[in-house]
């Protein structure tokens, strides 16, 4: 039985932990915090959407990502929603409506009415959009424990405080630290993010709210809290949320439905990702033999199953070599 220490307890790290376990390793994941939770992994939106990420993205990101919605269902059964994501603009923003349906795919144009049906909270306040039926969504703090429960079933041992630890125990070492292991090529790319509670608004599914300069999402979650995101700043600071994003956040929350003005601010939120110039992610063996997973720059849920996999086979062939 092939030993392997992952390092890191982020999305990377446990998904790649559970691809090994899932193949017969005896894996242990090491990880520098008390517990789950405090990295990019745990204020990411959760949203498992390759075809609107591709307004913005190469297309590797669909070719990697369009699976990961049925990796997560097989691995987590009914943590993924399907349901679709609906993008809308205001009617002086209608064209970067257009923008965003020209550089993407698999969506069909909504008119005022297909809103309202979709979205009956936004009746009347959007002539049209686009939705994306087949996308979805999962709340990633609850795929993360859950994650961690089923590979503790697995037998995988969860090291946390974890200093430095001897690779000479172990055949085989996966380092999934993020930025704390940046390599020359890496970058921090900073997003902030509210966590918001309001019974005055239902959503079904990920709303995205174009805008010339503060497009947002709005995810929502359990117990009428909703996740509104994030800015994009080429910075590696992980410092408090600026007031300028905070109001920023807020006015495109208020944008979408006035209620949100009315909302309570439960949690802010900064989290550092880290990114490779094409912002597209790597799996890569370093000198001393480790292989390492890097770069899931905004992609993390969406992507980080495609990597585990390919550093998964890159371990065990590199195993059967030796």
Known sequence: MR???????????????????ARGASVTVAEVRSRIGGNASWLAGGMLAPWCERESAEEAVITLGKASADW???????????????????????????????RTRNHESVDE????????????????????????HLDPRRALEALVDKLRAMAVVFLFQAGEIAPSGFDRVVDCTGMARADDDL????????????????????????HPRHPIYIVPR????????????????????????????????????????????????????????DNLPRVKRRKDGAITINGLYRHGFLLSPAMATQAADLLFNASADN
């Open 222 to 277: 359990a117990d009428h809290h909703f996740m509104v995101g994030a800015t994009m700043i080429e910075s590696d600071h992980d410092g408090p949320i600026t007031a300028r994003s905070l109001m920023e956040l807020l006015n495109a929350a208020y944008a979408l439905h006035p209620a949100f003005g009315e909302a309570e601010i439960v949690e802010t939120g900064v989290g550092v990702r880290p990114a490779y110039p």
């Open 187 to 210: 970058r921090g790319v900073r997003g902030e993010m509210l966590l918001l509670r309001t019974r005055d608004v239902s959503l079904a599914r990920p709303v995205r709210l174009l």
């Open 72 to 102: 997560w269902e097989r691995t987590l059964p009914g943590l993924v929603t399907r349901a679709g994501t609906l993008v809308v603009g205001h009617a002086r923003d209608a064209s970067e409506l257009a923008r965003f349906a020209a």
């Open 3 to 21: 030993r392997v220490l992952v390092k890191g307890a982020g999305v990377a790290g446990l998904t790649v932990a559970h691809e090994l376990a």
């Open 113 to 136: 009415e297909a809103i309202a049906a979709l979205e009956p909270n936004l009746a009347g306040r959007f002539r049209q959009g686009l939705f994306f039926a087949g996308e979805t």
